[in-house]
């Protein structure tokens, strides 16, 4: 966390603010708070507080919820207190990440509602804005969803290219997976998409731990879940929106992921409600 918001700091004010220098007093003081302008779910009030401490280690900031509580439009999420210079300077870029962060929970809280008692879990994607990821795959564990693997270097997911790549060797598809299979320890899980009905069972039988099926319409997805009886893990994705994510869920499907939960999640309205003391 804090070597993502020192960069943002620095990139903000790379030689300090120069106006709060000139117009700030040294010995000037600010209180303020985090007020919110809507509905939510909160996500990155340590990354709030971070923003503040890291320009000036006076500064104090209390947060009342915690992240992953809900809250309305009005309610204080935080306080702060301290310089006014630092308060001033730290104030955007605190604002952007919480804002950020809560938007992507309270989407991400969204979808999870939309699914609620069919049993699938709501999983985010590698689309996230670089640098952020670990700040924004937390958001999505605030707002009730889970994390799809953090990486290219933490699990297998094998998708087209990857297997035709192996067919142009003369390998069929489950033979291509079983070579795959073999190469990797017995920690390491493997994932193969499929986009028709006709490849999950040559999939099943290379031994597959998870089988996403990619862009499925609702009825595929149905029967793909018969298809598979249990035998592995079942993850839906492609085109899922708030729109449809409760029908996809009804198929029986184990887990359904969407970009959009990182890559639309747009900023929550929040704002910082600022007092500034001139010194004595």
Do not use: Y
């Amino acid at each position: 966390m804090d070597p993502v918001v020192a960069a943002a700091l620095a990139e903000d004010a790379p030689w300090g603010d120069l106006t709060g220098a000139v117009f700030l007093p040294v010995d000037a003081t600010a209180s303020a708070q985090l007020v919110a302008r809507e509905d939510g779910v909160a996500a990155g009030l340590a990354v709030f507080a971070a923003a503040f401490r890291l320009t000036d280690p006076a500064t104090e900031v209390t947060a009342r919820p915690a992240d992953g509580d809900r809250f309305t439009a009005g309610d204080v999420l935080a306080t702060v207190t301290g310089p006014a210079r630092a308060v001033v300077q730290a104030e955007r870029i605190a604002l952007n990440f919480t804002q950020r962060m809560s938007g992507i929970a309270t989407l991400t809280r969204r979808f999870v509602d939309a699914v609620e008692g069919t049993g699938a879990a709501i999983t985010d994607t590698r689309k996230t804005t670089p640098g952020l990821r670990a700040l924004e795959r937390h958001a999505v564990r605030c707002g009730g969803g889970v994390n799809h693997r953090f990486s290219l270097s933490d699990a297998v997911m094998a998708k087209d290219n990857h297997l035709a790549v192996l067919q142009q060797q003369g390998l069929d598809l489950t033979e291509a997976i079983r070579r795959a299979r073999a190469q990797l320890g017995h920690t390491t899980s493997l994932e193969v998409e499929v986009d028709r009905i006709d490849q999950i069972e040559p999939v099943i039988a290379g031994g597959v731990d998870i089988i996403m099926l990619d862009n499925f319409s609702l009825e595929d997805l149905a029967q793909g879940v018969q298809l598979v009886a249990g035998r592995a893990i079942i993850e839906a994705s492609g085109t899922v929106t708030l729109g449809t994510v409760g029908d996809i869920a009804r198929t029986g499907v184990d887990v359904i992921s969407s970009g959009a939960l990182t890559h639309s999640a747009r900023h929550l309205d929040l704002g910082l409600d600022m007092t500034v003391t001139a010194g004595a």
